[in-house]
């Protein structure tokens, strides 16, 4: 006698796929959209209160960037570095040298300067350490990350522990301001004095959402380009190198040169957001990139879900905006953090948004227990 079997659901990612590609586009513009605006909004529920909204978001953005970089390090190669702040701190000293310290180099010179160099630097400790694996390489790139921050530290060119101040924000041109909403309980009023804003354009001390807006377009920038390359053959690569990395060389695939890829790559994002970063707060030091930034860039990967650009920003927003939400908890904060990373780590291991990979296993796992359990009822 034989079981009907009833026929899988569809997923959210089929279901989105079918739909037609003008709605997919409508879709994104208007979540785009809302994203750009949110700070505007100041909507009660996540606004902060003892933090500017603005320059939590601010820095929401720049995790989320940071995150998505190391996410090519991390999830699609599967390189294990621990010292990512590094890459982050070469870009945000590239700014402040070059544009400060020791010379007056335009913002958009300065940009391409410290992604150039951060993009060497990667390539210079990949060359000699990506034939190590596992907790080697982990060594290998803490040891970088903190070597980085010693360097600045004992260098007087780099004025060492004093750090660099007056780094050059992007240029500014005013244009024409946005009210902000002023909520009153329920009803939200329009601001239209101190709480305009002017579009992008008006980079100040103050105005911190400017940098998000700026943010924002860089990370837009980024996903194209991440999923360009992650539907190409740099990224099947990737994929077979992360998965079985000796059958990959076997299959004629140069797994050390796309290793080298990923890491420039991983670099090259991780200086441009550093240089973000410089510019916004216009001064840095040292202390400004210690080992524990790291840990952090590291969490927001593998909360978010390990090779998964989607699961990369929320991991990043998680880390950077919940400490800032619950700021009202200050003594217990961290402990709080700390136990939901236990909960995530055993209860949802692959993270809040897993890959597609890791999604298809575990349904094609389910399957297989159920047709074990058929077959035993059968011949039962």
Known sequence: MSTATTPAKPTFAERWTALPKPVQIVVWTLIALFFFVLPLLNLPIISTEDAEFGAVLATVANYALVALGLNIVLGYAGLLDLGYVGFYAIGAYTVGVFGSLHGQVPWFVLIVMAVTISTASGLLLGAPTLRVRGDYLAIVTLGFGEIIRLTALNTEWLNGARGITG?????????????????????????????????????????????????????ILVLIADRLLQNSRVGRAWEATREDEEAAELNGVPTFRFKLLAFAMGAFVGGLSGA???????????????????????????????GNRWGAI????????????????????????????????NFRPQGLLPPRRARRAQRADVATKELEGTEEGARA
């Open 167 to 219: 780094i050059p924000r992007p240029p500014s041109r005013e244009l024409f301001g946005v009210p902000s909403l002023v909520w009153d309980g329920a009803v939200a009023k329009v601001d239209l004095g101190q709480g305009a804003r002017s579009i992008f354009l008006k980079f100040g001390l103050l105005d911190a959402v400017p940098y998000y807006w700026l943010a924002l377009i860089v990370i």
């Open 276 to 306: 973000l970063y410089a510019s916004r707060v216009g001064a840095i030091n040292p202390d400004s990139f210690m080992i524990q930034l790291s840990m952090m860039f590291l969490a927001a990967v593998v909360i978010g879900g390990q």
């Open 314 to 345: 929320v991991g990043g927003v998680v880390v950077a905006y919940l400490p800032e939400r619950f700021r009202e908890f200050a003594d217990f904060r961290i402990v709080v953090f700390g136990l939901l990373l236990l909960l995530l780590a």
